[in-house]
Structures are given as structure tokens and as C-alpha cells.
DNA sequence: TATGAATGAGCGTTCATTCAT
DNA sequence: AATGAATGAACGCTCATTCAT
């Protein structure tokens, strides 16, 4: 999480010194980035990726075997390092969960600020429906080690007093579930507030109400 | 070489299948959409959609000008009615907000209940990106009256102190996110709670902490 | 019906048959000529062409983006070198025009001899109701050109005393229609002189009568 | 040929008096007709026909067995008369042909000023090359007819004396050339002189060199 | 007779993928 | 390793023709 590749660009890579500067997969994966979250997955052409990544189609198919690999290399290169940390972070957590939820939504809205910070995530929003091993895949990378831990958080968070008595299971939904409305109206539909994404802002707003939602019954917590 | 295809149309006809109109415009939609909902818009061919219409591949053409025609009249026919009996409840709303939205949570989810009860609005999300026609078209039907009215409501509740001093516009994303997130979690991803989809516990949870975390402060949350 | 149809692209692949890049687009302007002009422009499929070409369907995109573009090519090819050397000669001249006349209808019979001399303009009266592009282009490239080339030729004839009063606009047409006739009556409706299509003579027979018909008035016509 | 009917509306239907007015077959011809004429034969729709004709798709099926048979009844309905009519005039001449080609000439050109009088026959000017059967068809009912009475004519002149000594099939060319080629630019590429389509004129014109083009060598014709 | 809903072969074009060089 | 010309299956849409009514 710390020293483990700042630019996710050269993971998996071996520096082997051949003709060339040695980065092709990856920069493969930067032009269909960016294409597939400009157009789309399916009017995406092999050609307009090449072209973008300033080789040959040909050249494409030495590294990726089809146009479907190209949309799984990328998750698999985005996701990895992603889940890992953000987990890491929950997992290793004890007492009031609170804090830890508001980290954690804070954490994914500065992520999902940064310039292509969110490429993928939104990528997949957009895309897992129409192409089902996407779905699959982000399923098992990310979404089967996210819902869980938070859902455990809770569950935690409930047992010590610190959660007024809520399912964890179904909890997660309004944890998460704002934040991934407010993308996915904007990557889909375009809609944002009137004074831009202000992902900060949603956060903030969402988490007032959610900490006073979330809070035990009676008085204050504990 | 000399008289080389004449007339390619006139050789060869086989005796026709006829059947009387009852292929209705609707039977070709819920063949549509049952297609489209299993495979994708693209990859469904318009033959596909035929034969499960169990006309010809020209009939449907009698009935709907494109391919992308019958994307539309999918989502005309799913979006009037629901939008209208929901947004007239809210409208016509005055005093503590807080009941309407509870009563509006529940109305969708048992829409939602239904058989395909979200199927349009898959297909929407799935397609978006590559019909851009039926993004504007679903947003302007639905989410551009939708979303205003509940903000509206909010902004009502909070002006009345019903509410917790909440930015209207955000706060919507709060309400219906979850519900979204829940259903959505379960159509793309083919995750669900242990126990089922179990929508009307969702909602039931979700309004619990929405409740309590709307309502104006009394002491000091967090 | 689960898992149907999912990408139809994968499958049974035969070992193609590939061949070097000799296909020039001329080769395929050569084929689509043949094709065009014996079984006319809308009957002949693409993969007709393609496969007099020895070529693949596809590979005829690759230098022509459309079918009609084909028919473009073909005129543009036919037509560049005839209008240029014909009107250079016509532009360049002063003094007696009728000369020039006779040079122009000989050099124009001579490239009608050659084979498939008259092909293109046939395909163009052929196919200018159905593709109006197409008697545009070759408006524009040919007949906007001769036809006002020749009547100033006559123009000044008649203002250098050379050629009787006549309308110069309208003369045209009974100069080049016989020789133009001559070929269409041949071509499209195979009529031609008991000795053969004799277009020498044919030209012959027509400069003694024009001739005569255009010389001043010497004594009293009709 | 005398009481059978003046207008060609009725020729061929029996008097069955059923529901309508009689004349299906010839309203569908007139609908033909106009449409073949102003959008070309191909680009035409059969429902395009029967809506013209105020009647259904299927009840041209009734009297036409196809779409290239409502060409050829166009054809074979306008074409009867007219060539009897000319041709009786040149078979019934002695003497001086030039005063009969001049009045054919007219003749000709009086037709194609009225409205739809000429239609069938530019028409075929511009499908004949499309609709091999059309080419023959018209070869057989009006060409092979015309030109060889026109032949037979100049045949005639050269023999007796009033006409230059000139082949006579070759100078049918001569003769009817111009008045075709002015029809066919017209028609075909739009190109007309700048004061209209001036049939008389361009008669007139044609004659005028066409008459001092065939007069005897030596001094004044007769 | 007449209708017009229905048919279905047909075709232009696209593009992921292959492979000779 | 790299190229890009070539392939060919696929699919949306048209329209002449048919036939149940």
C-alpha cells in the first residue's frame, strides 16, 4: 500500500531490454482507457486503440488476445492495488466503526477526484451490464472483499454499541450506495449538481446524515 | 457469364407461413426486451427479436422504424405510467416530508418487485453508452422530473424544520441511492443478502437510518 | 437460453487465403466496369466485384468506402485524360473552326473504338436516374466542359464568317448527336449499320453533311 | 383505329360492369407513368405505384404480373400509335424527301413539347440501358420500324436526284441525332439552353444546316 | 375483386481477427 | 517484434411479391 507502485503503470512487468522503451502492454492499456471511458467498450474499434497507443493493430494481439482482454486487463490492473489498501485499512480496525466509514468514503471520493482516478471503477459501472465477465470479475476483485469487510465494520459497530441496531448486510447499501449513485448519474446521465460533481460535498452531506442515522438510539454513542 | 443473375429475387419461392395481426407492437416489445435484457442490445438480432415474436424479420418494421426505435418504445412504455402516479403523490405534497418519502421508497421497491419490474432500467444503464439516445431519453422522461421533485420535497422539509439542515440536491442521492445500489447489486453483479433479494428489508432498514438521520438536530450527533 | 449466442464471432474459423498486395484499386475499378457494365450497377453485389477482383469483400473498403464511390472512380478514372486532351485543342485554336470540328469528332470516334471505349458514358446514362451523383460528377467533369468549349468554337466561326448564322448553344447538338447516337443505338439497343458499326464511316458520312450545312450561304439554301 | 377509342385509357379491358369505374390497368400505367418518370424505374416503389393509383399493393398484382411487366405495358400502350401514325406519313411519300423530314422532324418535336406526350419515350432514353427488355422491346415496336422508313426515304432522295450522295443508314443518324442528344441532356443531365428546352428552336436550327447539309453538291436543291 | 399485413432473400457495410512479410 | 493488408461472418434494413381474409 505504501511503496508499492505510486503510477500503477508498470506492474507485471519484466525488464527485459529489447528494440523498444519496454512499456506496450501498459501503454496499450492507457489508450483503451481512454477510448473505452470516452465511446465506450463496443464502438471502441481495435484500430482507434492502436492508433491512440501509436502502434499497429497487429501489434495489439501480442499482448492482449482479444478486444475482451483489453477491458479485463485493464480491471485487473486497476483493481488490485485499489482494493487491497482500502481493505487493509478496515480490516485491521477495533472499536467505533464511525470514523472508519467516514475515512473510508472520504478515502474513495479523493480517488475518485483525481484525474482518471476513477477511470475504471466508472468504466465498469458503465460496462458491466453489457459485457458479463467484466461483471464477474470486478465482482470477485473487488466487490466480494468490499461488501464484506464493511458489512463486518458494522456488524462489529452494532455488537459494541456504536451502530444503532441495523442489518449489516442491507446497511452497506446506504453506506455506499449514495456515492455510487451520484457517479453513476454523471458518467451515465450526465447529471450533476449545478455546481459541478462536488464529490466533496456529497460526502460531507451524505455522511451528516448517516452518522446521525447510524448513531445508537438513546443519547450519544456509547 | 453473359446473363449472369437476372433477377435474384424471383427464384425458388417457398410457400409462406402466414399468420393473422395479433403480433402486436407489444408482443414485439416484451420480445425485445426479453432479448435485450438477456443479451445485451447489440448482440440481440433483429431476427432474434422476430422469431421469439414468432413473426418475420420485415414485420417488425411495420410496426417500429429502427432497431433503436424499439429500444425507445421499450422505455416509453416502462417510464409513463411510473413516473407519473409517482411524481403526482410527491406534487401534491405538503407539511413533514419525512411520510412521503417513506411512502415513495416503498412504491418503487415493489414496482421494482415485479416481474422485470427492472429490467428497462438495466438495459438503460447497459446501453447508455452505446445508444446515447436513450440516455437523454430516460433522463429526460424520468430522472429530470424524478429527482427534482424529491429535492423539491427536501428542500420543503427543511425549510419547514422537518428536516436536518441538508443540501436538497445531494440529499436525494442519500435517499435513493441505496434502493438503486440494492437492486443494482443484484442485476448487474448477482449479489444479494443471504436471504434473497429481500427488497421490502432493504427498505425497511435503509428508512430506519434515513429517518434518524434526516431528522433536525436535537442534542449533538456524531 | 441461458448463455445464448454469446459472441458468434469465435467461431469455426476456416484458414484464410491471403495474397499479396497487388490488388490495386485500378484491378478493382477494372472488375466493378466489367460487372457494372454488363449487369448494371444496382444488380451487381459487392462480392461480385470483389470476387472478379480476386479480392475479398472486405478488401474493396479498403480502397473505395462505398459502392457508389466505385462508380465515382470509374468515371473520374475515364474521364480526366479524354476531357483534358480533347478541350487543349479545342481552347487553343483561332481561325477556321471547322477543321477542328472534324479533328475533334475523329479523335473522339477513335477513343469510342477502343475497347470498352464507351462504357463509361453508357454507365453513366445508364445509372444517372439511380445514383443522381453520378450525372452530376460527370456533368460537371465532361459535358460542362466540351459543350460550351465547342459552341464558342462555333461561336467565333459564325462571328469570323466561317460557319453560317446559326445558334452556336444548339448547334452542338446536331455536331456531336449523330456520332453520339450512332454508338447508343450500338450499344443499348444493339443497332448497328449492316457492315458492322463502321464508326470511321459513320463520322465521314456525318462531317460531308455538316460540313456542307455549316459553310456560309453562298447562293440561296432550302 | 377510328371508334376504338381516342383516348388509349380503355384499350384492352372488357365492359364487365362490376363494382368501379373500369379502367384499373390504365390509371395504374398513368401512375407508372408519372412516377417512373419523375423518380426513375428502380428508385420507384410498387406501393409508391398503387398509392398514385389510389389502390393497394396487391391489386397491381392483379393486372401486372411484376414491376418490370408495368414497364413494358407502359411501353407497349404508348408506343403503338405513335409509330403507326409517323411511319404511314413517310411509307405514303414520292418526290422530295426533304420536305418530309422536315415535317417528321416537327413532327417529332411537337410530341415531346406536350405535357407527358413524350414521357414514354424519354423514359425509355433513360431505363432502356438499365431494363434490357425495355431496350428490346422498344428496338422492336419503334426503332426497327422508324429508322429503316427514314433509310428508305434518304434512299429515295439520293436516288432521285435531291439529296447529296450520302449513306442513307449512316445519315439516319444525321437526322435524328440532334433532336434525340437535346431530348437525352435534357433528361438525362439536366442541361438545357439557357432560354429552356426550345424544342422548335432547336428544330428549326437542326434544319437549317441539316437542309443545306443534304442539298445536291452542285448549286440549289431541285 | 381488393386489401395490406406478412414474408424473406438480398445487399451494403463494419470490424475483430489473422498472417504473409 | 511488428506491420497492416486481407479476410469474412455478421447484421440492419428494403421491398417485390404473396396470400389469408
Redesign the interface.
Known sequence: MSQQNPNRRDIGRKPKFRRRAEARPDDILDAALKLFSL?????TRMEDVAKEAGISKGAIYLYFPSKKALLEGLIRRAVVPVADSALEMIAAHRGDP?PVIRKFLTMVASAVKGPDGFAVPKLV??????VPEI?RM??EEV??KA?PAIAGLIAQGVEGGYI?N??P???V??V???????V??DE????R??EGL?ID??VD??L????????P?T???R
Not at 39 to 43: D, E
Not at 125 to 130: K, L, P, S, V
Not at 208 to 214: D, K, N, P, R, S
Open positions: 465511446q465506450g467498450f463496443m464502438p464511525l459501472i458503465r460496462e458491466a451490464a453489457a461483471a470486478y465482482r466487490i466480494d461488501l444503532r441495523v442489518d448486510e442491507l446497511t447499501r446506504t455506499v450506495g449514495p456515492l455510487f449513485m451520484h453513476l448519474l451515465v446521465f450526465g447529471i449538481p449545478d462536488a460535498r456529497l452531506n451524505h451528516t446524515i448517516l452518522m446521525a442515522g447510524l448513531a438510539e443519547g450519544g454513542a
